[in-house]
């Protein structure tokens, strides 16, 4: 595993992940981009500062931010209730420089769950207890920070994206990525879904981690609906990681 560059920690690598996708520039349908970075600086640094210092066993990868996640709180899968009442973050959060009037953010005030970050972190709850002993072992991080949306107000995930777009956003990202595991220095990098699987794959070649992939918690997935923290467990087992 290679040394982690100075610049401090993960608020850095965030910080350069935020400079390097703010002058990126995406065409229609995108229509409005929120960059979570930005607008929820505050509760993003906290959870860093908070839960992101020293190795880790596990790091999970998702895609973006969801509407009603990271979008609202800063926190990858960031559920409003789960981020303020089991992961203790709670800070205030600004709005995106041009904002769908569909999807408004509205910080811890947000009235509406998010079904991944409910799963997510509701199975974190439910299998360690604690955030002290889920996040001795694991991280949760989102590859892309960015979150798109097309004029209707329908989300637009980045692998829908135009290949000069996407290959931009990607540089940026897979940096970032790869900047993390070089921080964290995880024996194993898992992608929540298959997308966040296949960046894994190809933004860390050549480091010294094991990769790997679990079901993705959307409620757009039938599998994950049928019972996704058996699903999550099964998967982080065949891949030698056994959730205690």
């Known amino acids: 595993m290679k040394t982690a560059r100075r610049g401090g920690g993960l608020v850095g690598i965030a910080r350069r992940l935020r400079a390097d996708v703010a002058g990126l520039e995406f065409a229609p349908p995108v229509a409005y981009v929120y960059d979570p970075l930005e607008y929820a600086w505050a509760p993003h640094r906290l959870y860093l500062e908070r839960y992101g210092e020293g190795r880790r066993e596990v790091l999970l990868v998702g895609m973006n931010p969801g509407p009603f996640g990271m979008a609202q709180t800063g926190v990858p899968f960031g559920d409003v209730a789960l981020v303020r009442d089991w992961l203790g973050i709670e800070a205030p959060v600004g709005r995106p420089a041009r904002e769908h009037p569909k999807r408004p ?110 079901p993705h918690p959307s409620p757009a997935s039938p599998a994950a609906n049928r019972g996704w923290a058996a699903a999550m467990e099964r998967a982080l087992g065949s891949f030698g990681i056994a959730p205690r």
């Open 105 to 214: 953010v509205l910080g811890f005030a947000c009235p509406r769950g998010e079904v991944s970050g409910q799963r997510l972190w509701g199975w974190a709850r439910a299998r360690f207890g604690t955030p002290q002993r889920f996040f001795a072992r694991f991280f949760v991080a989102n590859y892309c920070p960015l979150a798109f949306m097309e004029a209707s107000g329908r989300n637009r995930t980045p692998d829908k994206l135009p290949r000069a777009e996407r290959e931009a956003l990607f540089a940026a990202c897979d940096r970032a990525l790869r900047a993390t595991v070089e921080r964290l220095q995880p024996r194993y990098a898992v992608g929540i879904g298959a997308f966040a699987a296949q960046r894994a794959r190809d933004a860390l070649a050549g480091l010294e981690v094991k990769l790997g992939s679990v």
